[in-house]
């Protein structure tokens, strides 16, 4: 079964940092380019980055540009964010998603893990 | 940055048609993708590249793309269909994907 499931999320305090990651099984990771997208409470979707296939290249929503990174690791078939410097509107749940046969139309979506920031 | 509008909300009866439009400068020249979503679930594709449907969307999802508007359209809608829509492109000029706010499909 093709499957994302992320993991790492949880309460933090403003100007802390998380790693999030996202286990791929089902697919052959290494072909595909993933991206993180996170959705805050009530509100809709948000596109976070996106990774190449071998990850050499990567791409940043402005609002978090220089606080979050995303790599991965295809021989663990592991997607990951780290976030630093975390802020209260960075709160929402974060999903994985795999970009299909477009790069970036989202055809495989994990359940999400929430991130909260708050003191 | 690129910006995609969409109506807050759509209302339709059970059986009738329903038209969601994305609204985006020249979006006729980029490429269209559209979610459902569903109250604690993650998004589902439900139409990429304009008019494709993924393997088990149903044929009653279709979409199209021209000018300035990109439009959902859901044939025969059912109660199962309310849901709220998202439509995606990405921004070829800045590498950067981007979402409407979404639409919530209610179902009469």
């Known amino acids: 079964e093709v499957q994302l499931v992320e993991s790492g999320g949880g309460l933090v305090q403003p100007g802390g940092s998380l790693r999030l990651s996202c286990a791929a099984s089902g697919f052959t990771f290494s072909s595909y380019w993933m991206h993180w997208v996170r959705q805050a409470p009530g509100k809709g979707l948000v596109w976070v980055s996106r990774i190449n296939s071998d990850g050499s290249s990567t791409s940043y929503a402005d609002s978090v540009k220089g606080r979050f990174t995303i790599s991965r690791d295809n021989a663990k078939n592991t997607l990951y964010l780290q976030m630093n410097s975390l802020r209260a509107e960075d709160t929402a749940v974060y999903y994985c998603a795999r970009g299909g046969s477009s790069r970036h139309a989202f055809d495989i979506w994990g359940q999400g893990t929430m991130v909260t920031v708050s003191s | 940055s690129y910006v995609l509008t969409q109506p807050p909300s759509v209302s339709v009866a059970p059986g009738k048609t329903a038209r969601i439009t994305c609204g985006g400068n020249?979006?006729?020249?980029?490429?269209v993708h559209w979610y459902q979503q569903k109250p604690g679930q993650a998004p589902v594709l439900v139409i990429y590249y304009d008019s494709d449907r993924p393997s088990g969307i149903p044929e009653r999802f279709s979409g199209s793309n021209s000018g300035n508007t990109a439009t959902l359209t859901i044939s025969r809608v059912e109660a199962g269909d309310e849901a709220d829509y998202y439509c995606q492109v990405w921004d070829s000029s800045s590498d950067l994907v981007v979402f409407g706010g979404g639409t919530k499909l209610t179902v009469l």
């Open positions: 020249n979006i006729g020249s980029k490429s």
